[in-house]
């Protein structure tokens, strides 16, 4: 894909932008590292004032190709100006991530964002398990999203029935909580994506190790995490490569159901989205400093 946007590099930071976005007939292009515990809308809120206040502009199109979940972390492209228009495009081209999963439970949104709500055994969860799980996965599937996502189930968002579902699960708003009926899910439509490669990077058989908070930019207060690192349970840092509109929690899914387990993302970072890579995204603070005064 040829891509004519001015690409934003730490090199370009250094030069500046000019005061005008006529300059750039084409638009612009910044791959940006999103931090842990922002939304992508939190990225996107935060440039398009400075982009605004940059350029002059009281309203300009400033997008992203590609959410990333909040507990995510990893290349989010932001398109300033015309580059909005390639948006549907660089969401087409492949995605790379590396993919924490915890094996011996569920919760009700596949990730830590929602508690604990069913313990499973893991004895048949390995090492080996885990490779052969992932040689069977590779290859075009159907996939069912999680039901805390955007898709429609009779032109109602899933996450809207699952947020009823999951009050319905907590009844008396406590810390345990009764099953989550992770069968709603069923009721969504299936979509065909193609997962390229499945490797298994790290295997940890009693689990992460207590973890350091992260310092850094002030996360969003809305974004809840569950601490389970008590529970030691089983991990393993997955490295994977896919298609448009895969949904990793559902992959984790997925992954624990082949095991006879339960399974959930603790951590996602996407390393790669088409020809952007980690390395190359700037920091929020770096974008910022790329749109401040020139």
Same mark, same amino acid.
């Given at each position: 894909?040829?891509?004519?946007?001015?690409?934003?590099?730490?090199?370009?930071?250094?030069?500046?932008?000019?005061?005008?976005?006529?300059?750039?007939?084409?638009?612009?292009?910044?791959?940006?590292?999103?931090?842990?515990?922002?939304?992508?809308?939190?990225?996107?809120?935060?440039?398009?004032?400075?982009?605004?206040?940059?350029?002059?502009?009281?309203?300009?199109?400033?997008?992203?190709?590609?959410?990333?979940?909040?507990?995510?972390?990893?290349?989010?492209?932001?398109?300033?100006?015309?580059?909005?228009?390639?948006?549907?495009?660089?969401?087409?081209?492949?995605?790379?991530?590396?993919?924490?999963?915890?094996?011996?439970?569920?919760?009700?949104?596949?990730?830590?964002?929602?508690?604990?709500?069913?313990?499973?055994?893991?004895?048949?969860?390995?090492?080996?398990?885990?490779?052969? #799980?992932?040689?069977?996965?590779?290859?075009?599937?159907?996939?069912?999203?999680?039901?805390?996502?955007?898709?429609?189930?009779?032109?109602?968002?899933?996450?809207?029935?699952?947020?009823?579902?999951?009050?319905?699960?907590?009844?008396?708003?406590?810390?345990?909580?009764?099953?989550?009926?992770?069968?709603?899910?069923?009721?969504?439509?299936?979509?065909?994506?193609?997962?390229?490669? #499945?490797?298994?990077?790290?295997?940890?058989?009693?689990?992460?190790?207590?973890?350091?908070?992260?310092?850094?930019?002030?996360?969003?207060?809305?974004?809840?995490?569950?601490?389970?690192?008590?529970?030691?349970?089983?991990?393993?840092?997955?490295?994977?490569?896919?298609?448009?509109?895969?949904?990793?929690?559902?992959?984790?899914?997925?992954?624990?159901?082949?095991?006879?387990?339960?399974?959930?993302?603790?951590?996602?970072?996407?390393?790669?989205?088409?020809?952007?890579?980690?390395?190359?995204?700037?920091?929020?603070?770096?974008?910022?400093?790329?749109?401040?005064?020139?």
């Amino acid at each position: 894909m040829e891509i004519k946007a001015l690409i934003a590099d730490r090199i370009l930071v250094q030069q500046g932008l000019s005061g005008s976005i006529d300059d750039y007939p084409e638009g612009i292009l910044i791959p940006v590292y999103k931090p842990y515990r922002w939304t992508s809308a939190d990225v996107i809120r935060k440039l398009k004032w400075a982009a605004c206040k940059h350029f002059g502009k009281k309203n300009l199109k400033v997008g992203h190709a590609g959410t990333l979940d909040p507990l995510a972390t990893g290349v989010l492209i932001v398109c300033i100006g015309k580059a909005t228009r390639l948006a549907e495009t660089i969401q087409k081209e492949e995605k790379e991530y590396l993919a924490g999963i915890s094996f011996g439970a569920t919760t009700p949104s596949y990730d830590l964002e929602k508690a604990i709500d069913r313990m499973y055994p893991t004895d048949r969860v390995s090492e080996e398990s885990v490779r052969l #799980a992932l040689k069977d996965s590779v290859g075009e599937q159907e996939q069912i999203a999680p039901l805390f996502s955007a898709k429609s189930v009779d032109g109602v968002r899933a996450y809207e029935l699952a947020r009823k579902q999951y009050r319905d699960a907590r009844k008396d708003k406590t810390e345990v909580m009764e099953d989550f009926d992770h069968s709603i899910a069923e009721t969504l439509h299936r979509q065909i994506i193609t997962i390229y490669s #499945a490797e298994l990077v790290r295997f940890l058989p009693e689990g992460l190790p207590a973890q350091v908070p992260q310092e850094g930019l002030r996360p969003n207060p809305r974004i809840n995490v569950v601490d389970t690192s008590d529970l030691h349970l089983p991990h393993a840092d997955i490295r994977i490569a896919c298609s448009k509109g895969t949904y990793i929690r559902a992959i984790a899914r997925d992954l624990g159901e082949a095991l006879g387990t339960g399974a959930h993302l603790d951590s996602l970072c996407r390393t790669r989205s088409g020809g952007f890579r980690i390395e190359d995204a700037l920091t929020v603070t770096e974008a910022m400093e790329l749109l401040s005064n020139y």
